[in-house]
């Protein structure tokens, strides 16, 4: 597999948010959002085969791991490292951009499905049929860039009727929306989704990587 870096750092999003977790970050992306921040894994990488991956995994000695990217779905032999860092204990979380099926993720992975808004210039991109596969244990993220995407965000949810689907997290684009701002959205409306702040950008700074 294409692997374009793997660390162990504070998980800085979701419902793992603060916890410790070692992350596999694959190289390959068909995206190319306006916000990205990780865009030296569009193709930067060293092929790794599955068993050093898991063993790199290991030697961590954390049992939260994360598969992303890039895009982690665009490999073929991602289900397979998805298997087997559940069959060794591992709780494993898979962020993934919404634009590919989830369909045949384990179903005891914890999926992220991150649902791209207008603001990031890939919203028609989204395969909204991976919504018939959420668990109420998954998460679905929003990035949000202004008020049009806090609005079109509002609609999919309702559409979709999301909150009642999974856990629904909010996220403010990291130096372009104030998350004050987002926040008192989110408090005139009363929505029910959580805000998801960027925990790793405010401790480490935004360009550090490997954190």
Known sequence: MKVSEIFTSVQGESHFAGYICTF????????RC????T?????EGNEINLDSIVYKV??????????????????????LLIEKLLDEGFRVLVE??????????DKRAIVILDIKTPGSGMSDKMDFSNIDYIKQDDEIKFVITDREDYEWTKEIMSKYELAKKSHVLLSPAYGILD???LIQWMLKDKINARLNLQLHKYIFGPDARGK
Do not use: M
């Open 24 to 31: 596999i970050r694959l190289a390959g992306c068909n995206l």
């Open 34 to 37: 306006t916000y990205c921040d």
């Open 39 to 43: 865009q030296y894994a569009y193709h």
């Open 58 to 79: 290991i030697q961590a000695g954390v049992k939260t791991v994360e598969i992303t990217g890039g895009e982690p779905l665009l490999q073929e032999d991602t289900s």
């Open 96 to 105: 993934t951009n919404g634009s590919l099926s989830i369909k045949g993720i």
């Open 179 to 181: 998350p004050q701002e």
